[in-house]
């Protein structure tokens, strides 16, 4: 494994799991849903209320600040953190036409396009080829789960996925 490998593993990785610090940080304050409460023809909402600026911004600062302490532009950092999220955003439109709950579990929607996004698109930048671009998926699938898990014992989340 390559350092440019690990880094971009650890950059998706906390872009993911900020907004979810930062709800419970702030609870309900500065949780402006990014859909807006919008709703579609099919009754469901665009993304649902978990999904909010304050994530958003939340990810961009802390995955773009990581990325300047690891010796990698800010700009590549908010790169990370906007794919990952926009990797969030089609999985949860995803799961509101498919009517599942928002939170509810969807395994493999919910982890690999948040991180399969930044890897395949930044995996030149990163030095990577397909194969690793595999293994940071296949990785990310096995954190996320666990981290979930450790932040739902915690009392970050409000479920284990």
């Not at 010796?71 to 990370?80: E, M, N, P």
């Not at 998926?137 to 996320?144: A, Y």
Request: hydrophobic fraction near 55%; proline fraction near 4%.
């Amino acid at each position: 494994m390559s350092p440019d490998f690990v880094t971009l593993l650890l950059l998706i990785i906390i872009a993911n799991s900020t907004p979810v610090l930062v709800r419970f940080i702030f609870n309900k304050h500065l949780d402006t849903a990014i859909d807006f409460g919008a709703i579609l023809a099919d009754g469901q909402r665009l993304f649902g209320s978990s999904k909010t600026w304050r994530g958003v911004a939340g990810a961009v600062l802390t995955t773009s600040l990581t990325a300047w302490l690891l010796d990698y532009s800010i700009l590549t950092g908010c790169k990370i953190a906007l794919l990952a999220l926009l990797g969030d955003l089609l999985s949860s439109f995803t799961k509101r036409r498919l009517g599942l709950k928002s939170g509810g579990m969807a395994p493999l929607l919910d982890q690999v396009p948040e991180s399969l996004l930044p890897a395949i698109i930044l995996m030149n930048e990163f030095g990577l080829g397909l194969k690793d671009v595999a293994f940071i998926v296949i990785s990310f699938i096995v954190l996320e789960l666990l981290l979930s898990r450790i932040f739902f014992i915690l009392g970050v989340r409000r479920s284990p996925y």
